[in-house]
C-alpha cells in the first residue's frame, strides 16, 4: 500500500492543477458521491418529501444545490411550487440548477428560465458562458432547436480565447447530429479556430470524429495528406475510417505510395487490413513490393499472409451476401489469385443461380449450388496447393491461398444461413 501513496498523491495533483478548460466540478465529479449519498449522509431522508421540501424552503441552508440535482435526477412534481422561489436566489449556480429541476418536469418555468439565459446579453464570464452552452445542450435534447444562432456566435467568440467547456462540446455536437442544422454547425467548428495552433486544429477533429458533413469530411482528407502534425494525420484516418462511407483504399493506396513517414504508412496499411476486402488485401500486396522499410515489410507480409475474412452481421440479408460473393469472385479473378476465364464463368453460373433460386424462396437449390461453387473452389484450391509443394508450375486453372480463403469462407458464411443435406460437412 506504501508504495501506491506516491501515484494516489501526483494523481490528486494532477487534478487539482488541471487546465481550466474543464471546471472543478467536472474534474471531481467522479471522486464525488452521488446527490442522493451527499444528502443520506446528511441524515436527509430522499423518499421524504417534506424532508425535501424543508431544505428548500429554508434560505439559510447550503443544501439546496445537492437537493435540486437529486431532484433532476428523480423528478418530484409535487415540489415545483417548492423549488420556482430558487430561481431567484442569490446563487447563480443555486438558479441554474433550480431551473434544471423544473426542466426535468417540464415546467414552463424552468424553459423560460433557460431560454431568457441562452438570448441575454453576453458576458465575457466563464460561469455565464458554460450556463448558455449547458441550457443550449439542454434544450436541445427536449427537441429544441430554436438557438442555432446564439450557439454559433457564442461559440465562434469563445473558441479563440481556448476557453471551451464539457458543455460547449455537447451543445455542438447535438446540433451538429442535427440534419438541419449540421451544416452550419460544422462550417463554424471549423471557421472559428486559428488553423495555425495544433491545439486547434486537434479540437475541430475532436468535433468531427463525432459527426459527419462533406464539409467535415473535406477538412479530415485536408488534414490527413498535408498537415505536418502525424498524431493530427492518424486521427483524421481513424475518423475517416468510421464513416458510413465506402472504404477508399484506391485513395489510401495512392497516398500511401508517396507517402514519407514510416509511422503513416504504418496506419494506412493496418486501415487496409481492417477493411479486409480483396482490394484492400491486394493494395498491401503492392505496398509490400515497394516499401523500403525492413520493419514495415516484415509487418505487411504477415498481415497479407494472415488475414482473416470476416464473417458478416447475422442481419446481412441473404441476398446482399450472395451480392458480396460475386464481387469478390471478379475481385480474385482480377488480382489473379484465381486463373481461367472458364473456371470463373461456371463459379459465375453458381451463384447466379443460387440467387434466382433465392429469390423465389427455395433455400435448398440455393443451398445445393453454393455448395457446388464452394466444392470446386476447394478442389482447385488443393490442386494448386500440392503444385506448389512438388515444385511443379501452376495449372492454367488455379486458387491461390488469398482467393480461396475469400471465396471458400464467404461461401460458408451463406451456408451456414441456409438448409442443407450436408449441413456441417463444409466447416473450416
Not at 494532477?14 to 444528502?39: D, K, N, Y
Not at 464481387?327 to 440467387?355: I, M, P, T
Request: hydrophobic fraction near 40%; proline fraction near 4%; include cysteine.
Amino acid at each position: 500500500m506504501k508504495r501506491c501513496r506516491p501515484l494516489l498523491i501526483i494523481c490528486i495533483l494532477c487534478i487539482s492543477v488541471c487546465p481550466r478548460t474543464v471546471s472543478q466540478e467536472h474534474r471531481l465529479i467522479w471522486l464525488r458521491p452521488s446527490a442522493g449519498q451527499a444528502l443520506a449522509k446528511r441524515g436527509i431522508d430522499t423518499t421524504d418529501v417534506q424532508q425535501l421540501k424543508a431544505v428548500l424552503n429554508d434560505s439559510t441552508n447550503y443544501l439546496h444545490e445537492t437537493v435540486l440535482e437529486f431532484l433532476t435526477d428523480q423528478p418530484k412534481e409535487v415540489l415545483a411550487d417548492d423549488i420556482a422561489p430558487l430561481l431567484r436566489h442569490r446563487s447563480r449556480y443555486v438558479q441554474f440548477a433550480a431551473a434544471v429541476a423544473l426542466l426535468a418536469l417540464s415546467d414552463p418555468r424552468g424553459i423560460s428560465f433557460l431560454d431568457s439565459t441562452i438570448r441575454a446579453p453576453f458576458r465575457d464570464d466563464v460561469v455565464d458562458i458554460d450556463r448558455r452552452f449547458r441550457a443550449i445542450y439542454l434544450m436541445a435534447n427536449r427537441a429544441v432547436y430554436e438557438y442555432v444562432d446564439n450557439l454559433v456566435n457564442l461559440y465562434s467568440l469563445v473558441a479563440r480565447s481556448g476557453y471551451i467547456q464539457q458543455y460547449a462540446y455537447e451543445a455542438v455536437l447535438a446540433y451538429a447530429s442535427h440534419p438541419g442544422h449540421r451544416d452550419q454547425v460544422i462550417a463554424t467548428i471549423i471557421n472559428s479556430y486559428p488553423a495555425a495552433a495544433l491545439a486547434n486544429r486537434g479540437a475541430v477533429l475532436f468535433l468531427l470524429d463525432e459527426v459527419s458533413s462533406p464539409r467535415g469530411d473535406d477538412y479530415l482528407l485536408s488534414i490527413l495528406t498535408s498537415d505536418t502534425s502525424v498524431s493530427l494525420r492518424s486521427s483524421a484516418l481513424s475518423s475517416l475510417a468510421k464513416r458510413p462511407t465506402p472504404p477508399f483504399e484506391s485513395f489510401v493506396f495512392r497516398v500511401a505510395r508517396t507517402e514519407a513517414n514510416e509511422t503513416m504508412r504504418l496506419r494506412f496499411c493496418n486501415y487496409l487490413r481492417d477493411v479486409g476486402t480483396p482490394s484492400a488485401i491486394w493494395t498491401l500486396s503492392q505496398l509490400l513490393a515497394t516499401e523500403q522499410s525492413e520493419f514495415l515489410r516484415f509487418t505487411i507480409d504477415l498481415w497479407v499472409s494472415t488475414f482473416d475474412v470476416k464473417r458478416p452481421p447475422s442481419t446481412t440479408p441473404l441476398t446482399v451476401l450472395l451480392d458480396s460473393l460475386t464481387s469478390y469472385k471478379h475481385q480474385v479473378f482480377e488480382f489473379g489469385w484465381l486463373a481461367d476465364k472458364n473456371f470463373a464463368k461456371e463459379l459465375n453460373n453458381h451463384l447466379e443461380n443460387a440467387r434466382k433460386h433465392l429469390v423465389k424462396g427455395d433455400s435448398v437449390n440455393t443451398s445445393k449450388e453454393v455448395e457446388k461453387f464452394q466444392e470446386k473452389v476447394n478442389k482447385e484450391y488443393q490442386k494448386t496447393i500440392d503444385n506448389e509443394k512438388k515444385n511443379k508450375p501452376r495449372d492454367k486453372r488455379f486458387v491461390t491461398t488469398e482467393g480461396y480463403k475469400f471465396l471458400y469462407y464467404n461461401a460458408q458464411y451463406i451456408l451456414d444461413r441456409l438448409p442443407s443435406e450436408k449441413k456441417g460437412k463444409g466447416k473450416k
